[in-house]
């Protein structure tokens, strides 16, 4: 099974602020990693897949990056509806689909 | 846009049994890999099971694998998750997720709004 680890657990920044996500997988995974975000109550949002493509209605400043066993997810400016928790998704070697355990994106 | 309810969760003792539903509007349903994805109270996302556009493949986490069924049905755009022998460690919200044919299996494009379970005595 592919770990997936993120890092940091939480980041806290301002509105207007740059955020860079990690996500490293145990083995790699080429570039089928994928990106959602997660707000209270919801259910997650598809953001970022294969790494770097965008889903469909995500704004430009979420930026994906990365292959092998190291990723980035990118805000370049936070705006208010951006904190949430972000979780990173591997297609590359399954069943089983794993996900990262998340980082909390937070107001400072 | 696929728009995906689920419906059937709610509390059980274990060892019980429980049948989730997920109603998919559009007809393309039958096009779309669908998954169970679900989420213990405060913690992260789990892949539970995908089924093939056709129903023919079927996969499954280990820790549901001979107590959990997926089923579909294209012609009523339905997706359903038999679950027996459930344990508290099964609680959470479970969510029916379709991926575009397009993009291939594990890339979760729409999500339900998910159905609570809760294994308790």
């Known amino acids: 099974e592919t770990v997936l680890t993120q890092s940091p657990a939480t980041l806290s920044l301002s509105p207007g602020d740059r955020a860079t996500l990690s996500c490293r997988a145990s083995q790699s995974v080429s570039n089928y990693l994928a990106w959602y975000q997660q707000k209270p109550g919801q259910a997650p949002r598809l953001l970022i897949f294969?790494?770097?493509n965008r889903a469909p209605g995500i704004p430009a400043r979420f930026i994906g990056g990365g292959s092998g066993t190291d990723f980035t997810l990118t805000i370049s400016s936070l705006e208010p509806e951006d904190f949430a928790v972000y979780y990173c998704q591997q297609r590359s070697s399954w069943p089983p689909f794993t996900f990262g355990p998340g980082t909390k994106v937070d107001m400072k | 846009e696929v728009q995906l309810v689920e419906s059937g969760g709610g509390l059980v003792q274990p060892g019980g049994s429980l049948r989730l539903s997920c109603a998919a509007s559009?007809?393309?349903?039958?096009?779309?890999?669908m998954n169970w994805v679900r989420q213990a109270p405060g913690k992260g996302l789990e892949w539970v099971s995908s089924i093939s556009s056709g129903g023919t493949h079927i996969y499954y986490t280990d820790s549901v694998e001979g107590r959990f069924a997926i089923s579909r049905d294209n012609a009523r755009n339905s997706l359903i998750l038999q679950m027996n022998s459930l344990r508290a460690e099964d609680s959470g919200i479970y969510y029916c997720v379709s991926c575009e044919p397009t993009n291939g299996p594990g890339v979760f494009h729409f999500w339900g709004q998910g159905t609570k379970v809760t294994v308790s005595s």
């Open positions: 294969d790494a770097s």
């Open positions: 559009g007809s393309i349903f039958g096009t779309h890999t």
